[in-house]
């Protein structure tokens, strides 16, 4: 039986939700969905510039943790961006 998962700490709240390649519609698109604290590592990280360490301490989380998090943002939205498909903020 796995651990049960320990809440994080998410202070960022995104105004837009969908993110798809222009000129084609949504409907015609498969989807990657992007978890909220996936989000929240990728602005830490990256917006913020926050090491992996700080950011981890301001989300609750381990710093392996906070990596994984960071490591299943980055391939999907690679995913998306390298075969068309839109990103939906879940």
């Known amino acids: 039986m796995p651990r049960p998962k320990i809440k994080r700490r998410l202070r960022f709240n995104p105004q837009v939700l969908y993110f798809k390649p222009r000129g084609v519609p949504l409907s015609q698109l ?3 969905c992007l978890q909220k604290d996936e ?8 917006v913020d510039l926050l090491d992996q360490s700080q950011a981890a301490q301001m ?3 381990s710093q392996p943790t906070f990596g994984r998090i960071l490591d299943k943002a980055y391939k999907k939205i690679a995913l998306a961006i390298t075969q068309g498909k839109a990103i939906k903020i879940d």
């Open 59 to 61: 989300m609750k989380v």
């Open 30 to 32: 498969d989807e990657v």
């Open 39 to 46: 989000l929240e590592a990728l602005k830490l990280h990256d």
